[in-house]
């Protein structure tokens, strides 16, 4: 093994070798971030029975993870630019390892919304660690791929937020299965801070090795006010902002809060099956956001294929609040449940948007701007869906659980749908090619 603590040893091949360990690290730690994503679909009605939650005050408890996420962005970002990725990994996995650990033990609701604050405060910059990481240590060239790879990757984790953890939660508890993700983390944590290092140059100066990506702005005298005012001065980002503002918080409102009860309530069937739904969601999502990705680096443009992917969820959310009847037949949720992964796939392009727009050496603070419009779609449109179905509900209570009517459901998808051609009319008018209007 690389003995990471002599850099001077270290050969340029080796630490190319190396930059994908390290980097395996930053993406298992995303990995975690995404099973708490969606992890309450699975144990929503738990909770609701427990706590004697309606649905704005479960739809709250989910979104409490994305206010952090919203709050960070910005100051976020600009820590990972000033901190580094190696610093911010330690710091963000022992903070979500705490909040996991707190919903394991919470004895009331206040306790939940606690963890998941914690939660939402670590993993509100773990993905722009990843695209800082991946700006000092992979060529410009490859950035949507490598973004696209990470989400690949990562997205497992909403797998294992899914099924997996319907099977753990009836096996040991939900309460326990949250502990034993707090200490996995723990261990995640500390290892990255072992492994990672923030550039090539930190291993060895004689690396012979440069991103044509990212220079470390460390030293330099910009503030971070001027430099969080400089970003939301530029008229290139708020175009990707925009479409991550209409599209992921539908996606989670979907595949990570409400999809589960829609499929039991409304066509009978158990949790277990209605969770293949959302593996089916989050497969569409994980391997959708390479191949565009891939595709955008390939034939040059990012507007063409995000202009495709938001088409694939103004469809999704056109069909459940539009079909005749109300009720889709039930086998076309296989088909829909890839689309609209499909669909949100689309907020991976922002990235590479935004980074086009920046100087080097910026990456966190832009990357963070455009994320910030995904957070804040999920912190309004999570709590907006639950108080939609309330407005809705007929009274039905089913072992201490809200049960919302076929209709209640179909408003809150057309309430998706407005967001969605929302975001279709942010991708459609992004211009690309224009020239950088962020000056260092």
């Known amino acids: 093994m690389v003995d990471l603590k002599k850099p001077n040893n270290m050969q340029p091949g080796s630490i190319m070798r190396m930059r994908w360990v390290m980097w395996a690290f930053l993406i298992i730690l995303h990995l975690i971030t995404s099973f708490h994503r969606v992890s309450f679909n699975v144990v929503a009605d738990l909770l609701t029975a427990e706590f004697r939650l309606t649905g704005a005050g479960l739809g709250n408890l989910a979104a409490a993870y ?78 949507a791929t490598m973004s696209g790879l990470a989400i690949l990757i990562s997205g497992s984790g909403a797998l294992l937020g899914a099924t997996p953890l319907a099977l ?27 492994f990672v290092r923030n550039r090539p140059q930190d291993c060895s100066p004689d690396a012979g090795y440069q991103a044509e990506s990212d220079i470390a702005p460390e030293s330099s005298p910009v503030s971070s006010f001027k430099i969080a005012s400089i970003v939301f001065s530029n008229r290139r980002l708020w175009m990707p902002f925009i479409m991550n503002l209409g599209i992921f918080g539908g996606f989670i409102v979907f595949s990570g809060t409400w ?77 829909l449940s890839i689309l609209l992964g499909v669909g949100a796939a689309s907020t991976i392009l922002s990235f590479p948007m935004a980074r086009e727009s920046s100087p080097p050496g910026y990456t966190g603070s832009v990357t963070a701007a455009v994320n910030l419009g995904v957070f804040l779609g999920l912190a309004v449109l999570q709590p907006l869906f639950g108080y939609v179905l309330d407005l809705g509900w007929d009274g039905l209570v089913l072992e201490g659980a809200r049960i919302y009517p076929l209709q209640a459901y179909r408003y809150g998808f057309l309430v998706c749908l407005l967001f969605a051609l929302t975001a279709l009319a942010a991708a459609l008018n992004y211009r690309e090619g224009e020239p950088n209007t962020m000056k260092p």
């Open 168 to 194: 753990s939660v009836n096996l040991v508890g939900w309460r326990t299965s949250f502990i034993f993700v707090g200490l996995l983390t723990i261990l995640v944590a500390l290892l990255s801070w072992y």
């Open 66 to 143: 994305t206010y952090m996420y919203v709050i960070m962005q910005i100051p976020g970002g600009l820590l990972v630019d000033r901190l580094g990725p190696r610093r911010i990994a330690l710091l963000t996995g022992l903070a979500m390892a705490a909040g996991s650990i707190i919903i394991g033990f919470s004895p009331n609701a206040g306790l939940v919304f606690l963890g998941r604050l914690l939660i939402g405060l670590g993993g509100s910059v773990i993905l722009i660690n990843i695209f800082k990481f991946q700006a000092a240590w992979f060529r410009a060239s490859d950035f």
């Open 259 to 335: 999809g589960v009860s829609y499929l039991v309530h409304v066509y009978g069937i158990n949790v277990e099956q209605a969770a293949t739904f959302m593996v089916l969601a989050y497969l569409g999502y994980m391997v959708g956001a390479p191949i565009a990705g891939w595709i955008s680096d390939r034939i040059g443009s990012r507007k063409i294929p995000a202009v495709i992917l938001v088409t694939c969820s103004v469809v999704f959310w056109l069909l459940l609040a539009a079909w005749p009847g109300g009720m889709l037949p039930f086998g076309l949720f296989y088909g």
